[in-house]
């Protein structure tokens, strides 16, 4: 599947943040989108997300798998988001926030696959612990499989990696991109770091007046 | 554990001036349960069957509605451009008080009200029960529209509390991209995780609604009426065995809530795994009904509209024939007298005023002298005395005050004004102070500024929409107590509330429409100052 942006750009009022750009993603590839603070990448994320704020305008087509995205609600966009806070619900253990997205169904099997999941992320046996007693490494692993588990068709990166110490963000880095890759989901990932871009991927840079450049 | 000259002043003078009175109160009131010919005396009385369960079902009803309308209206705008629009409305439904409102209403939906002239018409006024039914449902109305705001801005200053905004608002995109739609949202993930902060308003809104006096009065249910209204006119009779009686009643009203309470907080706790599943069962679509939010909260703008333009043309209508929409003719007679006899509106502008002066003085020098530490207590206290039913409070402070022969005195009759305003005041401004920023003053220091001049140049400035919004707080709860203020000015003193309670029950329309409009345009002015004078160049920056 593949996610496709034509003639994308955003803007505050008169002030443009993003000028018109295009570019299409491959399923398992994870494109970059570097720029500074301000530079309105998040704004990025949040229009193909379909939650932009009302102050911002956003315009061009967003398309997934030939679907056009821009007529649906955010819930119905499958597209799965990774922040740079970890945004675990912390009224439900972890074992329920990985349940949260996950499709109704037989709550065996759902548990069995939370379960799974749990293993996968190298945290078995921590279903029924507070998210708050993690760590941020943890914290993390727990948001990719939470979002995976709602099987999203693209998935949209927004700095996660940023409030992990540096150790910490090499292996995680090569986790979430190894397991986006595994499951051939395209991601779109922005950061101001280049470091966080994944090895011999596409990385894009919005410069001075918005214009998107590739590098 | 040393104590400085200011702090132990602050701790004493809150103790002597506020402390020492509640304290006493609660305790009289206390007293009476062991009163065993009073209780005996209530327990017959003819109209307690009905009574108790009426007052339980007109408060929780109103709260139910408030409580869904309130949801319903932050669903529907939380995130959008309209979100700050309506935070003005939700000020100004905040700042009329209940029984002007209740005397607005009751006038707005009479059979010859402006209701039906609008959408009735016919020669003569239609047949209707509109106010005082069997059932309370004009009192469970009143109560629904009128706490409605007074909710949403509850909901809403959760929403905004830095530690909880921030990330309501990322949990809230994070669950729409895991599928779920913003009704789902709302149910499952922000709802769960705020509640427990609304649990206080939400006690309050709903002990208000089961024991309301004044509203009841005004437009509640006669036969029987509600027990609070039952309670306060035994605690109104000088038999001593009567009054006794009362005293019995508002602790049997405390004692059905408390009953009443548990029960809620068992139903929450057995529904809890339930609701567990129901959190963590998958993805739903289920949105915000989006038409509905919009046509309830137009409805609720208009009708508060209404009441104010009821108000407005009942207190100068002269020759208003049905159905005519406007009065044949104008005049001003209704306010000529609320000018001459303006006695009741100088002593609650008195009151009113000097009450929210010493309690905003108070609590500022408890929150400048007093270590933090000291708060909980003062906060427990000043959170019980305001969700204890005010005719039990009353109740209590009348036994005290006539043991010390201050009924009937002006020194009563502040501190019946002062007790409930300070303890406004201080939940109003303990935050704002509490979580300023402490290294403003580690730079002013580096600045050579001294403590005075860091306060009056730097915290004062930086805190002054917080301490106008807590003065006008202050003077709105003034002027709007009647149950204590009426029991311990024994006659002898009226202010406007109770000047409006007693035209309500039978007096001139006009005259009763200008005191009612009076009661609310004062506390609206009020807030309108405090906007104006907390407005800053730096909150401008910031938004």
Redesign the interface.
Known sequence: MELILEQVTISLGTQVLIQPFSFAIAAGETVTVMGPSGSGKSSLL?FI???L???LQGQGRVSLGGRDLGPL?????????L?Q?D?L????TVG?NL???????NSEE?DARMRDALCSAELAGFEARAPHTLSGGQRTRVALF??LL?S?HAM?LDEPFARLDADLRNSMRSFVFGHLKERRIPSLLVTHDLADAPAGGRVFTIGSGGKVAHD | MRFGVAQSFGIGLVAFLWGLPLAASLAAFAATALDFAAWNSLLHHPQLPEALPLSLWTGTAGLAAALAAALLVTMGFY???HWQKLQTSTAVGLSIPHLAFAIGFGFLVMPSGFLARLFVGGSEPPQWVTAQDPLGLALIACLALKETPFLIAMIWSVLAQGDVGP?LA??W??????????G?VWL??LL??IVARLRWPIAIVWVYGVTVVDMALVIGPTQPPTLAVIVWADLNNAAEDINARGSAGAMLMTLALAAAAALAWLAVSLAGKKM?RF?????S?F?VPKTSTTLLTAAMIAIYSLVLFTLSGMSLAGYWPYPRLVPDTVRFAAWQGLIANGGPVVLSLMLALTSSALALGLVVLWLEAVPARWDRALTISAVASLTLPAIAMASGQYRFFLELHLTGTQLGLFLAHFIPVFAYVFIVLKGPFRTFDPRFQAVAHGLNAGALRFWVSVKAPLLKAAIAIAAAVGFSVSMVQFVPAQLIAAGRFSTLPMEAVTLASGGSRSLTAAYALALAVLPMFAFLLAQMLGHSRWRLAWN
């Open positions: 949040a997300a379909g939650d704020p009302s102050l609600p955010p819930e119905a966009r499958r597209v799965g988001r922040f806070d945004l619900f912390p009224h439900l329920e349940l949260f997205g996950m499709a109704r169904g759902r939470r979002a709602a999203p949209l | 995130g959008t451009a990330a990322g949990h995109r994070s669950a729409r991209s895991l599928g779920h739609g913003a789902s499952r993930v769960p995780q567990r959190m963590t069962g998958g993805p679509s949105g």
